[in-house]
């Protein structure tokens, strides 16, 4: 019974001193705390600061560069391929031969169609002169007529003669004609086994793209030999949204950065806008002139085309890191120097890029927070761990 009580005692008097130790610290953190009696937080945040400058309304696009002519050479017939003039990488000129074609057929059918050209030839001088002949006669006979020596028939059938020799001779005309046309047919027809390649505009030198066939290949009419692209002026090629299609106009200047030549910044003119969006990605198709005439661009290369669609000057920047939305409203929080504390500040943003944006309202001057803003609230305390630094180092110094 003895060792019950004791117990009971000492049971009783630990709960009292955990009591007792739990209404100190209780009382000790409301003391402490701030509103809602809980204890205050401080914030390690980092901080960036409020500037002047000109802004850029622009946009950044990527895309790829084309060639801004591009064909394929390919000969009008048939044959064997007795000979290839270019390889990939060569410079041809406008009415350069590419390829030859075996021509001995051709050749042959060319002699034809001469032979048979002078064959129509004589024919139509023959029938022209016996035109002459029955043409005479037939005056002949109509005077002799009016003179009462030649008699009705007589007349009849020297314009019956007349009448035949001149249909005749009509066609031998035509037959002379038709030879003609052969012999045209049959030189073009040889002519096309030497194979060119011709354009009507852009500079005279073009280049081999690709070499498709080699000598010794039997060929259709139409199968590509080559291929024959414009470099000296390139097409860039960029996909734009519906927010930027309308900013965008024929004319405005584009920086165009190659991927693959790092640091190196070109200068391009908008020049096509398509009139439609694509309904599936909701982007048109935008094209710039590239002007390449040391060839350092080639088609194929992927680029970054950045667009300046408007600049303010000498305007209130801030890191776009800063900006955060609290109770639907966008805003900063400005850092208050002497207090330490971090006060929210709904603003007004004009232009913006990925890195910075512009404060049209209210002024703000100072620094703004860039790190840690998503865990603090406005009037809470903060601490700058780089000012730290720097105040540690310079008393270090000291």
Not at 367 to 395: A, C, F, W, Y
């Amino acid at each position: 019974m003895k060792k019950l009580m004791f117990v009971f005692i000492i049971g009783a008097a630990l709960v009292w001193f955990g009591m007792d130790y739990y209404k100190k610290n209780n009382t000790s953190d409301k003391k402490a705390g701030g509103r809602g009696g809980s204890r205050q937080v401080i914030v390690a945040v980092e901080t960036g600061n409020v500037t002047k400058g000109d802004m850029n309304d622009e946009g950044i696009f990527t895309g790829s560069i084309q060639p801004k002519s591009k064909f394929q050479v390919a000969p009008k017939t048939s044959g064997r391929i007795k000979k290839v003039n270019f390889d990939i990488g060569d410079t041809i000129k406008n009415g350069d031969i590419v390829a030859e074609l075996d021509d001995e057929e051709f050749i042959l059918a060319v002699e034809q169609a001469e032979a048979a050209l002078e064959i129509a030839k004589a024919n139509y001088n023959e029938s022209g002169e016996l035109l002459e002949i029955s043409k005479r006669e037939l005056e002949r006979v109509k005077t002799m007529r009016k003179q009462k020596v030649a008699s009705e028939v007589e007349v009849e059938n020297a314009s019956a003669d007349y009448k035949t020799r001149s249909a005749k001779h009509m066609v031998n005309k035509s037959s002379l004609r038709q030879a003609e046309a052969s012999l045209a047919q049959a030189k073009l027809k040889l002519a096309y086994t030497k194979v060119d390649a011709s354009w009507s505009y852009g500079v005279n030198d073009r280049f081999v793209s690709e070499r498709l066939l080699d000598e010794g290949a039997m060929i259709t009419a139409n199968t590509p030999i080559i291929s024959v692209i414009d470099i000296t002026n390139l097409t860039v090629v960029i996909d734009v949204v519906e927010r930027d299609y309308f900013k965008i106009k024929p004319g405005m200047e584009v920086n165009v950065f190659p991927t693959a030549l790092p640091g190196a910044t070109f200068t391009a003119k908008v020049t096509r806008i398509a009139p439609m969006l694509d309904e599936v990605s909701r982007q048109a198709r935008i094209e710039l002139n590239l002007k390449n005439p040391e060839f350092e661009l080639k088609p194929g290369m992927f680029i970054t085309a950045k667009i300046i669609y408007g600049t303010h000057k000498n305007t209130t920047i801030v890191p776009i890191e800063a900006l955060v939305v609290r109770k639907e409203k966008e805003g900063v929080f400005i850092v208050d120097e002497a207090n330490k504390v971090a006060k929210f500040v709904p603003v007004e943003c004009g232009y913006r890029n990925p890195n910075q944006v512009e404060i049209c309202y209210p002024k703000l001057s100072g620094r703004v927070v860039t790190l840690g803003q998503h865990l603090i609230e406005d009037g809470m305390s903060i601490r700058i761990p780089s000012d730290e630094t720097k105040t540690n180092g310079s008393e270090a110094k000291k």
